[in-house]
Structures are given as structure tokens and as C-alpha cells.
């Protein structure tokens, strides 16, 4: 078995530096600025988000980069490190529209466009970005992408920074997803890159769009948030996505109710739905993980960190047996960190692959990425990359 890798971030110097040293590589001028923003874990509240439900996302310390300066032309043109180089991705803005638009720049378009259909000015612009999130992960390093664009346009076009200003970011930023690319995602990602906080984890609830920062400090009680991406293929546009919100919104219907957090009685709802046909498992989760999600505010406000390994395991069993949103992967890096000293563990994201976190003594971080990274390699898995998600600052100007 080879080392556990680690996946550091870098400092917003050092990604400023990357992508502005990019951009004059690529497009032979300098950058009028670099913006950055920041991939998230979800700590509980998974699948929640389209449900009218809460959820509890930090933003990490991996970042998105972008280099940008405005077109002249209203064309949008990209590079990115990550992709071959030099390799442009181009379109003039007024091709943009659903359906339209394919590959890694409709993200950026797509933001661009959101942000004009909600008569915000976005100019077009020519950019270069370098990433430290990895994607496919489920640590939302589209979202990133997106989001970094975002607060770049809002800063071109002269609008002043604010709380209001990032809230109709975050539904720009979901246009470009939802519409553009064509994947039908809720807001959390969006929001925990924009309205996150360092040191905070940031409670949405998405009834009212109310987003409460409330301070989550691990680190005074020697515990370090690790996550773990179990590097299974991350495929939410396969309809597995489509079928369960779809189980939800009917589920909702049957119950009489507008969504499921309406839902306070979860014996009635069972008996409705029946505890185990499809649309009872499903709701049963969304139903208890809003249960979960704000037991978990609670938690984190008073600092008594030993709740969540009961938390964490309710929420990863119930996404594994009523939600079935987890893969042998997910399974297996839940149950080796547990087994190697972690004091709680789950999946997080949207399932179907993606990442793990588990909250481990600081002593014992190595023990824990040794005792993974064995248990994927007897499981036959590809080898798992490692972070530290220490919750960290929303997007913003980093040059
Ligand atoms: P996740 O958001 O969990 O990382 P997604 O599949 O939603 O996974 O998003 C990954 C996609 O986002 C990539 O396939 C690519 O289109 C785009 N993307 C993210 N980061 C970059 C980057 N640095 N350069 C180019 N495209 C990126
Ligand atoms: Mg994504």
C-alpha cells in the first residue's frame, strides 16, 4: 500500500499567483483581478435542500481560481489548468441558452447568463483557472467554478459587496447549473461558497432562505474535520438524482403537504406511505435528517462534539438503507475510519460515490488515512485521496 496522499490547499497568494501567471501564459496580458471561491462538505443534512429542509455546509480551504478581464466582444473565452493547455473554450453570449451549451464552460457562461436573466450587469469576459478542489469529488468544485465567477462579474460590473448581493448570486450561480448544464441541483453548493464563514458552519433553511453562521470549532476540542474522497465515479446525472427527488415530490403529494419538512408526525407519514415501500423509505430519510440537521445546530452551538458520532451514524445508515444513496466505497471508508479511531463518520454529498468525513483526534489523523487506505486496498478500491476540511472563507477578490 502506498502513503495516504493529502490533498493540501493552497494559500489564496499562491492560487492567485497560479492562475494570474496562467492567464498571462495563455492570453499574453495581465488579469484585471483574480477571484476565488471555495469547493464545501455538507457536515448533516443531505438531500434535504430540495426538500424545503435545513443542511450544515462548510467551505474549505480548496478553492477555485480565476483570472479574468473583460471581453470586449461579449465572448466568453476560457482555459483551465486543469484541462489540456492552451486549449481555449469559447461562446459569444448571445448563443448561450438551455440546451445550448456543452463542456466545462457552461458553468461560467451559464453564471453569466443567470445573472443577466435576473438583470444584474455581467460582462462576457476572457479567464484562466487553476483549481486545488478536486472535481468529480463531491466536494462541489463546480459550484466552485461557478461561484468564483459570480463575485468576479459582480466586482467588474461595480456592484458593491453585500449579504443581499450574494443571495442573488447563489440563484445566478444555480441558473448556470440548473439550466445550462442541465443538472438539477438545490442550492446548498452555491450557497456554502458564497455565504459560508470562516470557522462557522453555516446552517441553511431552505423554507426561508435563512442562513444562520454558527461557530464550529473542532480544532479547541483537538478534533480535525477529515475528509475523505473515496474516488468512486461521482454520477448524479445517470436520473438517480431526478428519481429521488421525484419519490419526494410524491411522497408530498400523497401526505398533503407542500414539501416534506411540513411533515411532523413520522408515524402518521409511515402509516400513509407504507415504512417500506419506496416513497416511505425515502421520505424517512429526508423527514429524519431535518430531525438530524437541526439536533446537529444544537450540538454545534454548545460544543458537544461526542453527540455526533450517534449523528453521523443515523444519517449515514439511513442514507445507506432508506435512501440508498451509498456505494461499497462510501461503506467501506465509513466503517474503516470508525474502526481506526475516528469518532464519527458519514458520507457527504449527494451519494453515488463522492467523499466521506469523519471528525478524528488530531493524533490520530495519520492512523485513520493508514487504516482507509488499507481497507480500500484489500477492497480492491482504487487508492482514496485525503483533506483537511478546516471551515474556511466564502468567495472573494484574492488580487
Ligand atoms: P463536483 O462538483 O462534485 O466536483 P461535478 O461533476 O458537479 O462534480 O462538477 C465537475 C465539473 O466541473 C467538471 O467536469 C468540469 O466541467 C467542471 N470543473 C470543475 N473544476 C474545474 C476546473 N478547475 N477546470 C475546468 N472545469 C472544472
Ligand atoms: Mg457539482
Known amino acids: 500500500m502506498d502513503e495516504p496522499r493529502f490533498e493540501l490547499a493552497w494559500t489564496r497568494e499562491e492560487g ?70 492552451g486549449e481555449l473554450w469559447q461562446i459569444p453570449m448571445d448563443e448561450v441558452r438551455p440546451g445550448n451549451v456543452s463542456g466545462w464552460g457552461a458553468y461560467v457562461a451559464g453564471t453569466i447568463w443567470g445573472m443577466r436573466q435576473r438583470l444584474m450587469p455581467a460582462p462576457a469576459v476572457t479567464a484562466y483557472v487553476d483549481s486545488c478542489v478536486p472535481f468529480g469529488a463531491g466536494l462541489s468544485s463546480s459550484a466552485a467554478l461557478s461561484c468564483a465567477f459570480a463575485v468576479a462579474e459582480a466586482a467588474l460590473a461595480g456592484v458593491p459587496d453585500s449579504a443581499g448581493l450574494r443571495i442573488r448570486l447563489v440563484d445566478a450561480a444555480c441558473d448556470a447549473e440548473n439550466q445550462i448544464v442541465g443538472a438539477p441541483t438545490g442550492g446548498l453548493d452555491q450557497s456554502a461558497s458564497l455565504r459560508s464563514a470562516r470557522a462557522h458552519v453555516l446552517i441553511l433553511d431552505f423554507l426561508n432562505s435563512v442562513a444562520r453562521q454558527v461557530p464550529f470549532n473542532l480544532a479547541s476540542a483537538r478534533l480535525e474535520l477529515l475528509v475523505i474522497d473515496t474516488k468512486a465515479p461521482h454520477q448524479l446525472n445517470d436520473g438517480q438524482y431526478g428519481s429521488r427527488r421525484a419519490s419526494c415530490e410524491a411522497a408530498a403529494r400523497k401526505l398533503g403537504v407542500a414539501s416534506l419538512r411540513e411533515v411532523d408526525d413520522l408515524d402518521a407519514a409511515m402509516r400513509i406511505l407504507g415504512p417500506d415501500s419506496v416513497e416511505g423509505k425515502r421520505a424517512r430519510h429526508v423527514i429524519t435528517e431535518i430531525a438530524r440537521t437541526k439536533e446537529f445546530e444544537q450540538i454545534a452551538r ?36 470508525l474502526a481506526t479511531g475516528a469518532h464519527a463518520a458519514r458520507m457527504t454529498g449527494g451519494g453515488f460515490g463522492g467523499s466521506v468525513i469523519a471528525v478524528v483526534p488530531v493524533e490520530r489523523l495519520q492512523r485513520v488515512a493508514n487504516g482507509v487506505s488499507e481497507a480500500f486496498a484489500q477492497a480492491g478500491f482504487a487508492p482514496p485521496a485525503f483533506l483537511i476540511g478546516t471551515p474556511s472563507a466564502p468567495a472573494a477578490r484574492v488580487r
Open 16 to 85: 492567485a499567483e497560479r492562475a494570474a501567471l496562467g492567464f498571462r501564459r495563455t492570453f499574453g496580458t495581465d488579469p484585471v483581478g483574480v477571484w476565488a471561491a471555495p469547493g464545501r462538505v455538507n457536515i448533516i443534512g443531505e438531500h434535504t435542500d430540495y426538500n424545503q429542509g435545513l443542511c450544515a455546509p462548510i467551505a474549505l480551504p480548496h478553492c477555485v481560481y480565476a483570472a479574468v478581464a473583460p471581453s470586449d466582444d461579449d465572448t466568453v473565452r476560457l482555459s483551465s489548468a486543469q484541462l489540456a493547455e
Open 302 to 337: 454548545q460544543g458537544c462534539w461526542e453527540e455526533l458520532g450517534r449523528l453521523f451514524q443515523e444519517s449515514h445508515n439511513s442514507l445507506r438503507y432508506d435512501y440508498e444513496v451509498t456505494v461499497p466505497e462510501l461503506d467501506v471508508a465509513v466503517e474503516s475510519a
